[in-house]
């Protein structure tokens, strides 16, 4: 059954702080519930019907990384060679995926604040914002620990986590200026500052028991500086052009 409790308030306001148009403060705040995307979901049905197995080799067959190993053989070059190899149950054995039947649904508290000035025809603004967000899925090893034996036609398996937790604070600054007939070019530079953190790994956590025994670190893939600037100018024959950077 679908949730029906999904209560997701926004308040947003605007200030003309001198009444002439030219100074105005704005900010917002609200709760945002997400989903979970791709296939992570699914992979309790989906990774038992399309299975995927690592394969361990060794010199001797002695385990790898605590994990069966195989002798090697060119054979296993083969994909039938390396079905021969997983009928024999050494290795290759897929892993199993257990979803909680109480996940709880990904959310954000959001607010932020700002100014916006006009100097003749450019404007300018400085705000803040600061986003908290709750019960981000992933995947840790069953009972805290790695590979434990629930099944011998599996390698291991792992259960599904919502403690994963960012912290998000960032500051923009812009500069616009609009395009207009009588002048004939237009611009917006707009950088970021940004501190992005959280707890916890992406879709595995596997590095630590839980997430929440992870410490805060940066968050990876993000930009603590960045800058976006396009501009455009009106040329001849009623043309006008524009870029990106």
């Given at each position: 059954?679908?949730?029906?409790?999904?209560?997701?308030?926004?308040?947003?306001?605007?200030?003309?702080?001198?009444?002439?148009?030219?100074?105005?403060?704005?900010?917002?705040?609200?709760r945002y519930y997400d989903r979970t995307l791709f296939n992570s979901t699914l992979d309790e049905q989906f990774r038992l019907q399309h299975s995927v197995g690592e394969f361990f080799f060794s010199p001797d067959g002695s385990p790898v990384f605590g994990q069966p190993a195989a002798v090697w053989d060119p054979k296993?070059?083969?994909?039938?060679?390396?079905?021969?190899?997983?009928?024999?149950?050494?290795?290759?054995?897929?892993?199993?995926?257990?979803?909680s039947?109480?996940?709880?649904?990904?959310?954000?508290?959001q607010w932020n604040l700002g100014v916006r000035q006009q100097f003749?025809?450019?404007?300018?603004?400085?705000?803040?914002?600061?986003?908290?967000?709750?019960?981000?899925?992933?995947f840790v090893w069953g009972k805290g620990q790695c590979c434990p034996q629930l099944d011998p036609n599996y390698s291991n398996y792992l259960i599904s986590n919502d403690d994963v937790k960012t912290?998000?604070?960032?500051?923009?600054?812009?500069?616009?200026?609009?395009?207009?007939?009588?002048?004939?070019?237009?611009?917006?530079?707009?950088?970021?500052?940004?501190?992005?953190?959280?707890?916890?790994?992406?879709?595995f956590s596997l590095d630590r028991r839980t997430p929440d025994d992870y410490a805060k670190y940066g968050t990876p893939g993000t930009q603590d500086h960045r800058i976006v600037a396009n501009g455009i100018v009106g040329i001849p024959w009623d043309v006008r052009l524009s870029s990106l950077i």
């Open positions: 059954e679908g949730q029906t409790d999904l209560f997701q308030p926004r308040l947003g306001f605007s200030y003309d702080v001198f009444k002439t148009g030219r100074t105005v403060a704005f900010g917002g705040v609200g296993y070059l083969t994909a039938a060679g390396l079905r021969e190899l997983q009928a024999t149950g050494i290795t290759g054995k897929p892993e199993v995926f257990l979803i039947n109480n996940l709880a649904v990904p959310y954000s508290d003749g025809q450019i404007n300018a603004s400085v705000s803040y914002a600061n986003i908290r967000s709750y019960n981000g899925l992933t912290w998000y604070d960032a500051v923009y600054l812009t500069l616009d200026k609009p395009y207009t007939d009588q002048s004939h070019y237009g611009f917006n530079v707009a950088y970021t500052y940004a501190d992005a953190e959280q707890i916890g790994g992406d879709l």
